[in-house]
């Protein structure tokens, strides 16, 4: 194949900003004495719309599959000039972009010799990968039209009710019997300062009401198979099995509130309550308490939890006005490390809080609050850190603010799904600027399962990853060259060479996406690639013993050939 | 013969004269970026280096590093993103505690560790790539071209 | 010896009992001793444990081209062990097929071969003797320490005398592959000898970075005595430091170059003006 390439070369003055340092002719002169260059133009530019018109047209006259632009960077005008022959359908695949000019001309401005061999190098390099690059296979499949979203609280329910409303049938798989996941345990939601029972935003009569709202209590998941566009995933209710396909798969499993074992006495003295603890004494009645202490930051923000809950401090504020509410005498004090209100609303919260007469206190992480009394609660001392003033604040009751903490069946669904989680416990998704989607392209992620957030948030969160499931699953087909994380078009997908492949594993191991999978055959194992998951990012092939992994379009060929005409 | 191969102490630059030879493999997303923008503010660099663009660092092989080295380059730079934004999900973790297992055993040769350097997040902005390239380069100039290492051999078999 | 008594005790008894099919061994029924699968407890009188021989890949061999319900035993020194485990993380040895009788080393044995590990995981035979630091011997410290361009000049004389046999390759018992990047013209230039130092060699050594058992294999098998083996000791003494990894120690854990840095931290050497580089060397 290699002996019959024919490359068409162009080589671009860019208005005199390449030639002034490089001499084109003479490079071009070069280059046509090679047999498997076709022909070498140099032109004054490539990539106005007048010179892309042209190029195609040439390059289909011409015959030739291969071709060569030695321009600027493709952080210049390269990589629109890519773009746009692709849009006349020349695949990026086929066509070499050699910066000559970032990458030669401007730097060695100071030194036209070295500045001409460099050029020849670059130009040899490209031409050398061209006659080695190959093609990636590609895969196309119509994605399922279905949603499965795992939790049924807030955020769960709001990326229900958007799907079903855009007309997309939707499974939720619901661990408890009720919707509504920890809203179910409160009396009062912050800060909206509204009833639980009623229904926030009318979210539960719409998740209930919806015939495309497949709502399933009790579930378990089973097993997942499949990537984007077509998993199939087995989940329990009782004693059935039950199997979907769907094309993408919401984890709006949410956080589990913090058990605060061998924390200022917890469990040990009846006063000391935790928050959650508390919910429940308001849901079953009135609580009256005269003397109340909050402790903030309760097991979270050390070394060992380096991280912020959101929660716990609009709860204790949200708890300290309905225990004012109820009694209004009542000497109410939170201590904290610090009070994290973000925004207007949390804010205003936080005011009137304090203008209701509620106390806060700060301690440091290093001289935390001790729980006074033997048999029964007296109070609680604490060492303010804003005086350096230690005293004992009387106190029938001391709550406990609760945390929110990765939920314990977040590591198994991960297994089964393949994902990764962060070095805290919750779910981790892709760096830069994708909050909401995990490393498994059709794997969202919102809600306190993610990180602990507000039911407010939670909500919104559960329709942007609703609309993102959208987005992705309306298209009328997925394409795994299109199944990038952050581009249009990947660059190549791994390919495997059967019968050199030797089974070792280090791909599987290796491959940031779990796209690599061993098989069984003949006794031993052979490789092979999940092209819907692959992103062509080469790890594989660089950790291959014997390069049986390749990819394609930069094969280790391709390396080998621009390592070997690097210097002439 | 072996004593032209010697270190020398004071800077200057080596017997062999020429520009040391460098191979560069960045990654699109931050070294070639800082290279592009090295290029864009006109920064004036060694013309000994060619850059081998790949998508992520991950592809970069420690066989084509010993290529490179086997070839008679005398550097080999290794550009990837900062250890904490890889594009490709931490692909670059691999790549950084694989390729540097490289060091032990270049040392090992005798192949000075200033020849390799493997480094992450350092080179997206023009200034940062323009000094790492330079100073990559000052290092250089105090030891001896490669060719002379892997000729050497040759010459202790008469082939030269 | 005593010590080829028990051996041939537990060799006998596993037969017996037919709790094996066959035991891989050295037998001196010919002249010399040759590998041998014993399969009936006659046999085993001509069972000897000397000299060093390394069974892995005949092992692995054995039981790909053997009925499957063919149970084989290996009578197996330290590093042997150490190369079946590394065999089964990668795919080319079924662990339910083998059954190890480990040996532990002698003296003598463990600094002929500069071991630091001369035993197995459980030594059914021998006594564990404590292991040899290659670094403290006068000649393997030449090659490993020192300054650079002696070092350098040091290697290039012992490579220069390489004949491309690949009987280091050959001897490996982690070098499986078919085909081989050693015989592929990209990277090993082909019709040359001495083999190009640098990529051969340094190809070969890297590729077995965290995979080598440190058997002393292809130091045995080479025909113009380079200490290849040396070329190993400081990536297993690197990832010994970084990761407490060694190569065939635990057959649960894979190599800790293949996962990110959550799972298997390192330090990441901070050079002051190159952050996010790594360096070994210090900067003088």
């Known amino acids: 194949m290699a002996a019959d390439i024919k490359i068409g070369c162009f080589l671009c003055r860019c208005y005199g900003e390449v030639s002034r340092v490089i001499d084109l002719d003479e490079l071009q002169q070069e280059i046509i004495r090679f047999p498997w260059v076709a022909f070498c133009e140099i032109w004054d530019s490539l990539c106005l719309l007048e010179n892309i018109d042209e190029l195609t047209q040439k390059i289909s006259e011409s015959g030739t599959d291969r071709i060569l632009l030695a321009a600027c960077s493709p952080l210049a005008r390269g990589d629109v000039i890519l773009h746009a022959l692709e849009r006349h359908g020349i695949n990026q695949a086929s066509v070499e972009l050699v910066d000559i000019r970032e990458g030669c001309a401007w730097i060695h401005d100071n030194q036209p010799k070295e500045a001409m061999c460099k050029a020849r190098d670059l130009i040899n390099m490209g031409l050398s990968a061209l006659k080695q690059r190959e093609v990636s296979e590609n895969q196309i499949i119509v994605p399922k039209r279905e949603v499965l979203i795992i939790g049924a609280g807030p955020a769960g329910m709001s990326a229900a009710v958007s799907l079903a409303r855009l007309g997309f049938a939707v499974h939720v798989l619901d661990r408890a019997r009720n919707p509504g996941g920890l809203l179910n345990l409160l009396k009062r939601i912050a800060p909206e300062d509204i009833g639980a029972e009623e229904d926030l935003h009318g979210l539960h009569k719409a998740f209930t009401n919806n015939a495309l709202v497949y709502y399933h209590p009790g579930a378990r998941l089973i097993s997942s198979n499949g990537s984007v566009g077509d998993f199939a995933v087995e989940f329990k209710t009782g004693d059935n099995l039950h199997s979907v396909r769907v094309g993408a798969v919401i984890i709006a499993s949410g956080a589990r509130v913090m058990f605060a074992k061998g924390l200022y006495r917890y469990t040990e003295l009846d006063g000391v309550v935790s928050g959650i603890e508390l919910e429940r004494r308001f849901l079953s009645g009135d609580v009256r308490a005269d003397n109340v202490v909050f402790i903030q930051c309760v097991g979270v923000r050390d070394v060992n939890s380096p991280y912020c809950s959101t929660i716990c401090c609009p709860v204790s504020l949200k708890h300290a006005r309905q225990l004012k509410d109820l009694n209004p005498q009542a000497e109410i004090t939170i201590l904290h490390r610090d009070i994290m209100c973000p925004g207007n609303i949390l804010e205003a919260y936080y005011r009137d809080t304090m203008q209701d007469g509620v106390k806060f206190v700060r301690f440091d992480l290093n001289n935390p609050p001790s729980i006074v009394g033997d048999e029964r609660l007296e109070g609680v001392n604490v060492f303010e850190s804003v005086t350096g003033i230690s005293r004992t604040i009387r106190a029938d009751l001391v709550v406990l603010s609760s945390a929110l903490v990765p939920h314990d069946d977040a590591a198994r669904i991960a297994e089964i799904f393949d994902l990764a989680l962060d070095p805290l416990g919750f779910y981790q998704v892709r760096t830069l600027m994708h909050p909401l989607e995990t490393t498994r392209n059709g794997i969202f992620v919102c809600g306190s399962a993610r990180w602990p957030v507000l039911a407010r948030t939670a909500i919104v969160q559960g329709e942007a990853v609703a609309m993102k499931a959208f987005a992705l699953l309306s298209q009328d087909s997925l394409a795994a060259s299109g199944m990038s994380q952050f581009r249009d078009r990947k660059i190549a997908h791994a390919i495997v060479d059967r019968d050199a492949c030797t089974g070792c594993g280090n791909c599987v191991a290796i491959c940031p996406y779990v796209a690599c999978a061993l098989e069984p055959e003949n006794g031993a194992f052979k490789s092979r690639v999940n092209i819907m998951r692959c992103t062509g990012c080469g790890s594989c092939v660089a950790v291959c013993p014997n390069g049986s992994i390749q990819l394609p379009e930069q094969n280790a060929r391709v390396i080998g050939a621009m390592l070997k005409n690097a210097f002439s | 013969m072996m004593k032209d191969l010697k270190q020398d102490s004071n800077g200057v630059k080596s017997e062999a004269g020429n520009t040391p030879r460098v191979i560069v493999f960045a990654c699109k997303w931050c070294g070639l970026i800082g290279a592009d923008a090295a290029g864009r503010k006109h920064a004036q660099l060694p013309a000994g280096f060619r850059v081998i663009p790949v998508e992520c660092a991950s592809r970069i092989e420690a066989d084509a590093v010993i290529r490179a080295f086997s070839s008679g380059i005398d550097g080999v730079i290794v550009l990837g993103c900062h250890l904490g934004g890889c594009r490709f999900n931490a692909a670059n973790h691999r790549t950084a505690k694989k390729l540097k297992l490289l060091y032990p055993l270049l040392e090992t040769v005798g192949i000075d560790s200033k020849r390799f350097l493997l480094s992450f997040g350092t080179a997206h902005e023009h200034h940062q790539f323009e000094d790492l390239i330079n100073r990559f380069y000052q290092g250089l100039q105090r030891l001896a071209p490669m060719d002379a290492w892997s000729g050497s051999y040759l010459s202790e078999m008469g082939q030269r | ?284």
């Open chain 3, 1 to 284: 010896m005593s010590i080829v008594n028990d051996a041939r005790a537990i060799v006998k008894k596993l037969l017996e009992e037919k709790q094996l099919d066959g035991v891989l061994g050295l037998s001196c029924k010919h002249d010399e001793p040759v590998p041998f699968v014993f399969e009936s407890p006659e046999e085993v009188d001509s069972l000897v444990l000397e000299p060093k021989w390394l069974f892995a890949k005949l092992a692995m061999n054995i039981v790909r081209t053997s009925p499957a319900d063919f149970r084989l035993g290996i009578v197996c020194r330290g590093c042997d062990e150490r190369a079946l485990i590394e065999l089964i993380k990668r795919n080319q040895l079924d662990e339910k097929r083998i059954h190890v009788i480990g040996m532990a080393c002698s003296r003598e044995q463990a600094e002929a071969c500069l071991c630091t590990r001369p035993y197995p995981a459980i030594p059914h035979l021998g006594e564990k003797v404590q292991g040899v630091d290659p670094r403290e011997e006068e000649t393997a410290k030449a090659f490993l320490e020192g300054e650079t361009i002696d070092r350098m000049q040091r290697w290039t004389k012992e490579l220069a005398r390489c004949i491309k046999c690949y009987g280091c390759r050959n001897s490996c018992p982690i070098c499986v592959c078919v085909p081989c990047k050693l015989e592929d013209d990209l990277w090993v230039r082909r019709g040359e000898i001495p083999a190009d130092m640098v990529s051969y060699h340094l190809i070969r050594a890297f590729h077995l970075s965290d995979t080598c058992v440190a058997c002393g294999g292809c130091t045995d098998a080479c025909p113009v005595g380079i200490p290849l083996m040396l070329l190993q000791i400081a990536m297993r003494e690197s990832l010994a430091k970084e990761y407490e990894y060694e190569a065939g120690t635990d057959p649960g854990r894979l190599s800790p170059v293949l996962s990110d840095l959550f799972v298997e931290p390192c330090e990441v050497y901070e050079e002051p003006g190159w952050p996010d580089s790594f360096k070994v060397s210090d900067e003088t």
